[in-house]
């Protein structure tokens, strides 16, 4: 990145933290020469980033800054947020985890990381949609959403697909698989992949607000692994994962 750009970026970063500086600020904060400054300033401020009030001369950020973030949806700041904490999960265990999202009556996974990963044998891009009902993550997602949502995902999904409706015992069955979800504090679900059987074990990210953002999801063989083995060392990597993530996220 050109000097100058990261510059103007840290410039633009500052005001973003103050309600307005003066040069002497800009300069001593960021220790900028003044000659540098000056340049830097009157660029930000032709471009229609910067303004300097008349009365006092101190710079303030206008409303074009906003330009700088359109597009950048929650979904992207939750995968940025999370990329190093999933990628410090397969670090420390090998496996490859990924952090999906409810999408309308779908899951899509934000991120992953299926290509650091050496024991990745099946690989999902970003943006790859899941169902609800039949992966861990979506139960998850399920699990700790209140019963209120819950009961209009699952009415909505059955009025999209009649084959997802589910009947008196079916919908009592799923209660209860919610439950324990609920009560070991997270969703295993095994999956059929090629000649192998893959479990995948997810956590929940749960933000400040007790709102669920998604799922933190650790895909692993079978038979490599015991159920007993993932509970007690992988689970809680999961969950100080999804911890991590959520205490980053902006109230």
Known sequence: MPRSLSRGLEILALLNRVES?????????????????????????NDGYLEQHRSDHRFR????????SEGFSDAQMLASIARPFLSLVTQKLGWPVSL????????????????????ATDRFNVGYRM???????????LANIDIASRDA?????????PKARLGVRARAALEQRLRVVCSQGFASYDRLRQR??????AVAVV?????????????????????NKAVR???????????????????
């Open 207 to 227: 933000d400040s607000s007790r709102n669920v953002r998604g799922a933190v999801t650790l895909r692993y063989a079978k038979d490599a692994v015991s159920l």
């Open 153 to 161: 995902v699952l009415a909505a999904l059955a009025e999209r697909d």
């Open 233 to 251: 060392e992988y689970v809680p990597v999961l969950q100080e994962a999804a911890r991590r993530i959520a205490a980053r996220i902006p109230a």
């Open 100 to 119: 999906g999202t409810l999408s309308g009556l779908d899951l899509v996974i934000r991120e992953n990381t299926d290509d650091i990963s050496p024991l």
């Open 21 to 45: 500086v003066s040069i002497l600020e800009v300069s001593r904060a960021l220790r900028i020469p003044r000659a540098t400054l000056y340049r830097l300033l009157e660029t930000l401020v």
């Open 131 to 141: 169902p609800l009902l039949t992966t861990a993550t979506g139960l998850c997602i």
């Open 61 to 68: 950020l206008t409303p074009k800054v906003r330009e700088l």
């Open 196 to 201: 192998t059987v893959a479990t995948s074990t």
